[in-house]
């Protein structure tokens, strides 16, 4: 299953620090790219760090328009879901979505435009009171890889964590640079 995030609508405060964690979880939850608008460069340098240091191929594509994005996607196969809290219950709808091959998830900044939720193959809400797109994609993307996403190797990686009841344990790879 591939899996890709796109964060969409407007923001009436720059968040940076929101828009980074909605792109490193979506890193370490497993997905393959994020596609973001209006956003700080820096961002992409945060998170090419982080790749460089932890590993993987993470990418995060800057993009003027998200509804050519949504559509490209549609005509690749991809499924798109939306979450926002007014769509199916999460744990109605989860199954289904764990069959899909190719999936684009769309989280909101402030306000969606009210568009993607025709254009949506799910609209799906993980309970239905407001809270965040960092945590509703986190409970997302677990929910549709069942925890296997953190079994996955994040190839290349300068440093690796070793899994410790106590302390810390990391592996450091010997670089000539
Ligand atoms: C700060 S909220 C924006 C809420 C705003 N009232 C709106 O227009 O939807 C940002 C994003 O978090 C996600 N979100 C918040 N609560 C959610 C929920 N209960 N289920 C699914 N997604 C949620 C949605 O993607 C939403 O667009």
Do not use: C
């Not at 994005?69 to 690749?76: F, R, S, Y």
């Amino acid at each position: 299953m591939v899996i890709e995030v796109i964060r969409i609508g407007q923001r009436l405060v720059r968040d940076d620090r929101v828009t980074t964690h909605v792109a490193l979880v979506s890193r370490a939850f497993g997905a393959e790219r994020i596609f973001m608008s209006e956003v700080n460069p820096e961002i992409k340098d945060t998170v090419e760090k982080i790749n460089k240091t932890w590993g993987g191929k993470f990418e995060i594509d800057f993009i003027d328009k998200w509804k050519s994005v949504v559509k490209k996607k549609k005509e690749e196969n991809f499924k798109i879901i939306h979450l926002s809290m007014y769509g199916q219950n999460i744990n109605i709808i989860q199954e289904e979505l764990r069959k899909e091959e190719n999936l684009l998830i769309v989280v909101g900044a402030e306000k969606v435009p009210r568009e993607i939720y025709e254009l949506a193959d799910y609209n799906v809400g993980v309970g239905s009171q407001p809270h965040s797109e960092i945590s509703a994609l986190a409970i997302l993307l677990d929910r549709i890889q069942k925890g296997k996403q953190f079994e996955k190797d994040f190839p290349d990686a300068k440093r690796k964590i070793i899994p410790t009841k106590n302390g810390k344990n990391v592996q450091v790879k010997e670089t000539r640079d």
